[in-house]
Every structure is written in structure tokens, then in C-alpha cells.
Nanobody, 127 residues
Framework: QVQLAESGGGLVQAGGSLTLSCVAS????????MGWFRQAPGQHREFVAA????????YYGDPVNRRFAIWRDSAKNTVYLQMNSLKPEDTAVYFC????????????????????WGRGTLVTVSS
């Protein structure tokens, strides 16, 4: 059973940057699409970004487009999320996810087809 573990969350001031990491263990996800979601207190889980198995295709949610960047290092079984120009409304628990069934980003599929989840890492942006 592949497990995902996020790291890199913390407290940052508005306008600052953070980089999250997600390492897969117990197996390789190099052939799978992966992504990041977030959930703020009292809110539904929200899509943040996704990346195809090759890393050649990426897709972003509107609230983070042009501020966040996703990339992967398949040799390290790791996907990253660079977050720039952070805003207080970016405060949330950030979850790493993977699609066990596809290497493509499945836009239009519920949850982008992601069915493997990490436990999350908290990002807090102060104003």
C-alpha cells in the first residue's frame, strides 16, 4: 500500500512563500498523476493543483493560478508545491493526493480521480 506524507507546512506572513513536499513510500507513483488539495476550517476540500505522470502537464485551481507551482521528481518519488504571494485565505490543511488509475490529469472527474491521500500539512498565513 502506497502511503503519502506531506511536509513543509508552517506559519508564514502574507506575501511570503512556502514549499510543500509529498513523498510516496511503499511503492512508486511515477506513472500516476498527483495533486494537491486544501481544506480550510469549515470549508469543503478544494482543488489546488495537479501534475501528470510525466510532469509535462499541470493544472491549477483558479484561486492559486499564477501564484503556485507544482512539479515532481519521480526519481525521489516526490511532488512539490511552491506557494508564492501567500494570502490569509490560503490558510488551510494541504493534502497530497495521487490517482492510482491514471497518469493523466482527469479534469472533470470527481476529485480529479485522486484516490490516494496523505494526512495533510497545515499552512497558516498571517495578515
Amino acid at each position: 500500500q502506497v502511503q503519502l506524507a506531506e511536509s513543509g507546512g508552517g506559519l508564514v506572513q502574507a506575501g511570503g512563500s512556502l514549499t510543500l513536499s509529498c513523498v510516496a513510500s511503499g511503492g512508486s507513483l511515477s506513472n500516476n498523476a498527483m495533486g494537491w488539495f486544501r481544506q480550510a476550517p469549515g470549508q469543503h476540500r478544494e482543488f489546488v493543483a495537479a501534475i501528470s505522470w510525466t510532469g509535462g502537464n499541470t493544472y491549477y485551481g483558479d484561486p492559486v493560478n499564477r501564484r503556485f507551482a507544482i512539479w515532481r521528481d519521480s526519481a525521489k518519488n516526490t511532488v512539490y508545491l511552491q506557494m508564492n504571494s501567500l494570502k490569509p485565505e490560503d490558510t488551510a490543511v494541504y493534502f497530497c493526493a495521487a490517482d492510482s488509475a491514471s497518469g493523466r490529469i482527469r479534469v472533470g472527474v470527481e476529485g480529479y480521480g485522486m484516490d490516494l491521500w496523505g494526512r495533510g500539512t497545515l499552512v497558516t498565513v498571517s495578515s
